[in-house]
């Protein structure tokens, strides 16, 4: 229920133009005032008209918060009148502000939602009712069918977010004054925070003002970065009630006053400015000749479908749709950015993403053309880049490094020196996924890393310049530091050598790492490749997050070989060996390999194994060959094990370490490829067969005791089954037809394959079978009811037969 509301005049409903609401925590003051209202007089003695102020355009209510007897009360009075709500008093106002925001629908003059300016007595009572009333506006606007007229808004906020949302929400044609209100005095802005309600604003410029208890130099900080966006701004003031008297040295030129109202004003100044002009042209324009390429309505559209190219081709047609291009500033859509320096010559190549073009430049001749010149193209190129650039590439080539120490110092210099003073004036970060550094000088990376959007930038690759003859090291103590770094997601430093310890390269947050060191300590190696002690399994889990695509076990008669592939590359990873003492200790961290014993890691093979499979978070041993025999006791940690892609029996296995494999193994496997048959007797084989297999895939046609026979097949329990070299006849494979189609056989068996060393006659191998013939060039597809090697299989023509209960097979012949 909506209490004012409902109560007050259609007319001030209607027609009024300022709606005021200030409140704290217990209570709150609403004031709805309309213009002056003109009214004709007639008098008896002078029949003149005059025109009179009603002293009655203005209605003020105040609620305050009561205990009623069913608990929170509102009380709300107006005029002689007074009443009673059950509810919380932020709840009432909140009704009454949404009745009025969603059914206004003339212009106000002010929309004001703020604090006020008494004492609270409850903070944190405050601070919700802050985010009520903010959330209150923001859905009632959302409400409404055509957005607000607001001429001048002010709203006390909590996050500069909260005043973005309902700005966005308000006629911007209209709005010339935004008034943000912090209430606390911890509350501090940034100024990106505020890009996107400058940044929203159309033809209309704004003033800004914004109310704050203290202004340091933190905060001048941040409205010299705001200043930066003056085509869309006519000023911005900073109210306060205390101030860091170094603010005042620094700005003592702008417009201030300390005489009761303490603010500074910040106003810019757009006569010189050649878009002054661009705000308000429309096609409806008739005092000059207008080309329709400078209203900025129609270049936004063009512009908008344009990559960088032909950006930079339009602003040279004239100077005027110059200006245009720059007051509308169209994003180029940069996907890439590479500029390598050589020796003669700076090569830049940009790509965009629109129509998948590649802009190649060379600029050679003296320093300024070799490196001013391209730096102030990547000025023009990405001023106004909002969209994030995939790929950003600075580097040297081989000969560059060659030329005279002097020359090249000063073209790295004024280089990099340009880079960083062109993305330090950008109005915000640029957005970068992966930046491609080739230096081993800290000192350059330096000049680019920081200045790049944190949130955006996600692989950071710093790496060896190519081909150069030298062993390079590099230092990660400042870079390591950055806020990019510690955001960034993976790192790879190729061909470079860092020359810090691991456990101080703030490497925790990455999800892949590429990096060889200089010197290894124990702690290192446990941090890096999992060596792993009780006392450091935890910190070790760290690694959990790193995306390993495979773990895979060998098992050799005089050593276990554990392979941890990564995701990214399958042919980085790490190699583990366990009862090898002659592999050498190698300090590559990623891409080599490590011998240990039970004697230099403190555990046994098992634990070993369990450690390894533990810290790398993988559930799927993707491959397990079984070569050796039981000296390395691995068998206690088979039993721990729950999901296996592919286990090898091959033949150099043992009988009785292989038959122990199967029966620990064979439910958690998926496919178990069989080059030997470990099995001494049928009785024995045909136990494992009709154990509830997955895929069995036998590769040998040598079997101990006894040939592979139909009986066999018959009672094989496989959901696939793989038979190239268990060799069966004609005969036997057609009475196997037969009795698959009365119900005779394993009723899990879904896929057999198999092969005969016969010449297949179709006649001989389909003799009493009824089947349905099917076009060769007809495809069709085939689902597993659970996922083994694959999900499904394709194959074209064929033969069908049914089951007495209905069931359809398929054969084919290849």
């Given at each position: 229920m909506s209490l004012v509301y409902d109560s007050i005049d259609t007319l001030y409903?209607?027609?009024?133009?300022?709606?005021?609401?200030?409140?704290?925590?217990?209570?709150?003051?609403?004031?709805?005032?309309?213009?002056?209202?003109?009214?004709?007089?007639?008098?008896?003695?002078?029949?003149a008209r005059q025109l009179i102020k009603s002293s009655n355009n203005q209605k003020t209510f105040y609620y305050k918060q009561a205990e009623g007897s069913a608990g929170a009360s509102t009380s709300v009075e107006w005029h002689f009148n007074k009443h009673e709500v059950d509810d919380y008093f932020i709840s009432v106002v909140c009704e009454d502000v949404e009745a009025f925001v969603r059914n206004k629908m003339n212009q106000l003059t002010k929309l004001i939602l703020t604090t006020l300016d008494d004492t609270y007595k409850d903070e944190q009572m405050l601070k919700t009712n802050i985010n009520r009333m903010c959330q209150c506006l923001e859905n009632s606007l959302k409400l409404r069918t055509e957005k607000l007229k607001v001429e001048r808004f002010s709203l006390s906020v909590l996050e500069i977010s909260q005043v973005v949302s309902a700005v966005n929400l308000l006629d911007r044609e209209v709005l010339w004054l935004v008034t943000v209100h912090l209430p606390f005095d911890d509350q501090v802005f940034k100024a990106e925070d505020f890009i996107p309600l400058i940044e929203g604003q159309g033809r209309q410029r704004l003033d800004l003002r914004i109310l704050l208890n203290e202004f340091s130099l933190q905060m001048l900080e941040e409205v010299r970065k705001l200043l930066t966006y003056t085509s869309k701004l006519n000023s911005i003031t900073i109210?306060?009630?205390?101030?860091?008297?170094?603010?005042?040295?620094?700005?003592?030129?702008?417009?201030?006053?300390?005489?009761?109202?303490?603010?500074?004003?910040?106003?810019?100044?757009?006569?010189?400015?050649?878009?002054?002009?661009?705000?308000?042209?429309?096609?409806?324009?008739?005092?000059?000749?207008?080309?329709?390429?400078?209203?900025?309505?129609?270049?936004?559209?063009?512009?908008?479908?344009?990559?960088?190219?032909?950006?930079?081709?339009l602003r040279k047609v004239s100077r005027g749709i110059r200006h245009c291009v720059d007051y509308i500033k169209p994003d180029p859509h940069i996907r890439l950015y590479q500029i390598t320096i050589r020796s003669i010559s700076v090569v830049v190549s940009v790509d965009h993403g629109l129509f998948g073009q590649e802009i190649i430049n060379i600029h050679q001749g003296s320093l300024e053309q070799r490196v001013v010149r391209p730096v102030n193209d990547f000025d023009l190129n990405t001023r106004y880049q909002n969209t994030c650039m995939e790929l950003l590439v600075i580097g040297m080539d081989k000969w560059f490094w060659k030329i005279k120490e002097e020359e090249k110092e000063s073209v790295m210099s004024t280089f990099f020196?340009?880079?960083?003073?062109?993305?330090?004036?950008?109005?915000?970060?640029?957005?970068?996924?992966?930046?491609?550094?080739?230096?081993?000088?800290?000192?350059?990376?330096?000049?680019?890393?920081?200045?790049?959007?944190?949130?955006?930038?996600?692989?950071?690759?710093i790496r060896k310049i190519e081909e150069i003859d030298e062993e390079s090291?590099?230092?990660?103590?400042?870079?390591?530091?950055?806020?990019?770094?510690?955001?960034?997601?993976?790192?790879?430093?190729?061909?470079l050598t860092v020359r810090m310890s691991i456990q101080e390269m703030n490497i925790l947050n990455f999800e892949w790492i590429g990096i060889t060191v200089e010197t290894m300590s124990r702690e290192d190696i446990t941090i890096a490749v999992s060596l792993l002690s009780k006392k450091a399994n935890n910190v070790s889990k760290i690694f959990h997050k790193l995306p390993f695509c495979s773990v895979d076990l060998i098992v050799e008669t005089d050593h276990l070989d554990v392979r941890v592939g990564f995701g990214m590359w399958r042919q980085m990873g790490l190699k583990y060996y366990f009862n090898t003492e002659n592999i050498p200790i190698l300090v590559n961290v990623m891409f080599q390999q490590r011998a240990f014993t039970r004697e230099n890691s403190g555990l046994p093979a098992a634990q070993w194994v369990e450690r390894v499979l533990d810290v790398t978070n993988c559930e799927l041993i993707s491959q397990m060959d079984l070569k050796g025999c039981q000296q390395v006791d691995v068998c206690d940690t088979f039993a721990t094990l729950q999901n296996i892609g592919k286990l090898y029996i091959v033949k150099d296995c043992t009988n009785i370490f292989a038959k122990k494999a199967l029966e620990i193994l064979s439910p958690v496997t998926t496919q178990i490829i069989l080059f030997k048959i470990p099995f001494e007797t049928r009785e024995e084989f045909q136990t494992f067969l009709k154990s509830n297999l997955n895929y069995l895939n036998i590769h040998t046609s040598t079997f101990p005791t006894f040939k592979f026979a139909l009986e066999d097949l018959m009672v094989t329990n496989a959901l696939k089954l793989n038979l190239n070299d268990g060799k069966l006849n004609l005969k036997e494979i057609n009475q196997f037809f037969k009795n698959w189609m009365e119900n005779k056989c394993d009723p899990r068996l879904e896929h057999l394959e198999l092969s005969t060393s016969e010449d297949v006659d179709e006649k001989n191998l389909l003799e009493g079978l009824k089947t349905v013939s099917l076009p060769r060039d007809r495809k069709r597809a085939f689902h597993y009811s659970k996922q083994v090697d694959k999900s499904s299989e394709s194959f074209s023509g064929g033969y069908d037969i049914r089951s007495t209960d209905r069931k359809k097979a398929t054969i084919t012949l290849g």
């Open positions: 409903k209607r027609d009024a133009t300022r709606l005021i609401i200030w409140f704290n925590d217990q209570k709150a003051k609403v004031e709805i005032l309309l213009s002056p209202i003109r009214r004709e007089c007639d008098y008896k003695r002078d029949r109210c306060y009630q205390t101030i860091d008297e170094k603010c005042i040295e620094l700005i003592a030129e702008t417009e201030h006053s300390s005489n009761g109202e303490y603010f500074f004003k910040f106003s810019i100044d757009h006569a010189d400015d050649p878009t002054e002009e661009m705000a308000t042209l429309t096609l409806s324009d008739n005092k000059r000749h207008l080309n329709i390429f400078e209203i900025p309505s129609i270049m936004s559209s063009i512009a908008s479908h344009l990559g960088c190219r032909q950006i930079q081709l020196k340009g880079m960083r003073d062109v993305l330090t004036s950008r109005a915000s970060p640029l957005k970068v996924t992966v930046l491609k550094l080739a230096t081993h000088l800290q000192c350059l990376v330096m000049v680019i890393l920081p200045y790049l959007d944190a949130e955006s930038l996600e692989f950071i690759i090291t590099i230092d990660l103590d400042e870079i390591s530091k950055t806020e990019q770094w510690s955001k960034a997601k993976k790192l790879w430093i190729k061909d």
